[in-house]
Every structure is written in C-alpha cells, then in structure tokens.
C-alpha cells in the first residue's frame, strides 16, 4: 500500500497574507480504492481516490493537500519531492464500526490537484 502525507494550508495573517503550509503529516499505508468511476461502454474513468484515515490521525481540510505515494524515512519523516498532490473533494465521513460501534476512520474523497 502507499504512504499520504496531509500538508496542512498555514492559512492567513491578519493583513491577509497568506502563511507557509505546515510540515507534512505522515501516515503509513492506509486503506485507499479507487472512487467515482463513470463507465462508457467498454471504458472505465476513476476520478479521484477514498482514503480512510486511521483514528486519532489529523484529517485533511477542504484547504489541505494530500500527498499519495510518498516516502517516509527510518525517523517518521517525509522526504522532500516525492508523492503526488490531491485535494480534498467534499466532506469527510466518520466511519463507524457496525453501524454504531466504536469509530473505525474517517474517510476523505480525493482528486487529483491541478
């Protein structure tokens, strides 16, 4: 499975201004599949991917970039360049165990950033 990354945006100061994005959270492999697929006769067009971000991890914002394929060092950190930059597409969904059992992730839709 591939690692993500969530960059937080570092939004604005008070003049406006906009901030420096905070430094990349990694998270290792967790569970993505491919989302919205549109078949046209024999072709099939994905357009993003549903990610389930474990419990007590930091769930990307409508502002944020997810990072897909990155690679994370022996220290937990990201190495600069790699990965490819998705937005956040829509609100993300609480998913819960069962139905209503303890939480299970959330899960955050994504498409790729242009």
């Known amino acids: 499975m591939l690692d993500i990354a969530i960059v937080q945006d570092g939004g604005t100061d008070r003049w406006g201004d906009p901030l420096p994005p905070?430094?990349?959270?990694?998270?290792?492999?967790?569970?993505?599949?491919?989302?919205?697929?549109?078949?046209?006769?024999?072709?099939?067009?994905?357009?993003?991917?549903?990610?389930?971000?474990?419990?007590r991890k930091p769930v990307p914002g409508p502002a944020d970039t997810v990072l897909v394929g990155v690679k994370i060092d022996d220290d937990g950190n990201v190495v600069d360049g790699t990965g490819e930059a998705y937005e956040v597409d829509g609100e993300p969904a609480v998913y819960y165990r069962g139905g209503n059992g303890p939480i299970r992730g959330t899960i955050v839709n994504l498409t790729r950033a242009s």
């Open 22 to 55: 905070g430094p990349p959270v990694p998270i290792r492999r967790p569970k993505m599949w491919p989302r919205d697929s549109s078949e046209s006769e024999s072709n099939v067009l994905v357009e993003g991917l549903a990610v389930l971000i474990p419990p």
